[in-house]
């Protein structure tokens, strides 16, 4: 077989895989303008007379209200992550602090117990604190939760600062604010900006936590496209539209941010 047949093949297969995986994607999208007798209907179609009918009942169920819980609570947590990452990483990796690897095995260990373990304790706390349903507590959990990944992450970019940039920085007599700040964070924004968007994608999908620790005020988008599967029927025209709307700002982040995540997540590929 010759590298262009194999090459060919390759690119072949890629597409199968590419469609593969879009297709449901393409699909709810195509759900979302059909009538709900024709969504939910045994025999699909690809043809049909398009209508904004579901889009018009999601917003009708008061979706433009947990869109907002959405957006407040994963653009919070985002923002409290990237400030306590970046010196926490910056401490783990250029300003070595004492026990580098048991304090980068207590970040990550805290990942590993699931929320299902952890849910009951800090829904009686929330509980007896008074802080229940609240928008911004639960920015504030999330941010807990995404926390030690992007300390990993930060820590491995800050790794691939040239050490000499910063020994030069200090023989010029710069402190530590500009030492990071000014000199450092330029060098690894790329990857700090794709620590950022996993926070906010991780943070903007989450359903476990919305579900236990929220009722009505602060109930985000998850636990409402949940909403429209219960003993009447599915919905599917309603819930495909509402999924619809629900994806289009991660995928706006991340095509804003695109150039960035893929210089960030190809951060010390080559040397």
Same mark, same amino acid.
């Given at each position: 077989?010759? #590298? *262009?047949?194999? +090459?060919?093949?390759?690119?072949?297969?890629? &597409?199968?895989?590419? @469609?593969?995986?879009?297709?449901? $994607?393409?699909?709810? $999208?195509? +759900?979302?303008f059909k009538p709900e007798a024709v969504a939910s209907s045994a025999h699909p179609k690809l043809f049909f007379t398009p209508s904004t009918e579901g889009y018009r009942l999601a917003m009708d169920r008061?979706?433009?209200?947990?869109?907002?819980?959405s957006v407040t609570a994963s653009v919070t947590?985002?923002?409290i992550?990237?400030?306590?990452?970046?010196?926490?990483a910056y401490a783990l990796s250029i300003r070595r602090v004492k026990n580098v690897?048991?304090?980068?095995t207590f970040f990550i260990s805290t990942r590993f117990m699931p929320l299902a373990a952890v849910v009951l304790p800090l829904f009686m706390i929330l509980k007896t604190l008074g802080l229940l349903d609240n928008v911004y507590v639960l920015a504030v959990? !999330?941010?807990?939760?995404?926390?030690?990944?992007?300390? &990993?992450?930060?820590?491995?970019?800050?790794?691939?600062?040239?050490?000499?940039?910063?020994?030069?920085c200090r023989v010029d007599?710069?402190?530590?604010? #500009?030492?990071?700040?000014? $000199?450092?964070?330029p060098l690894v924004l790329p990857g700090v900006a794709s620590?950022?968007?996993?926070?906010?994608?991780?943070? &903007?999908?989450? !359903?476990?936590? *919305?579900?236990? @620790?929220?009722? /009505?005020?602060? #109930?985000?988008?998850?636990?409402?496209?949940? /909403?429209?599967?219960?003993g009447r029927g599915q919905f599917l025209a309603v819930l495909s539209a509402a999924s619809t709307i629900a994806a289009l700002p991660v995928i706006l982040a991340g095509w804003v941010a695109q150039k960035q995540l893929v210089r960030g997540l190809s951060m010390g590929a080559i040397k």
């Open positions: 077989m010759t #590298r *262009a047949t194999r +090459n060919g093949l390759v690119t072949v297969l890629t &597409w199968v895989l590419v @469609l593969v995986f879009f297709f449901p $994607v393409f699909w709810m $999208v195509l +759900n979302g008061g979706m433009q209200g947990y869109l907002i819980n947590a985002t923002i992550v990237v400030v306590l990452a970046i010196p926490a690897e048991g304090a980068l959990i !999330y941010a807990g939760v995404n926390l030690p990944v992007a300390v &990993w992450m930060m820590r491995s970019f800050f790794l691939e600062v040239p050490f000499e940039i910063i020994e030069a007599g710069a402190g530590l604010g #500009r030492e990071i700040f000014r $000199v450092a964070l620590a950022a968007l996993i926070t906010f994608i991780f943070s &903007w999908n989450e !359903y476990f936590l *919305a579900t236990l @620790l929220t009722s /009505s005020a602060a #109930r985000t988008t998850p636990p409402f496209l949940g /909403s429209f599967v219960d």
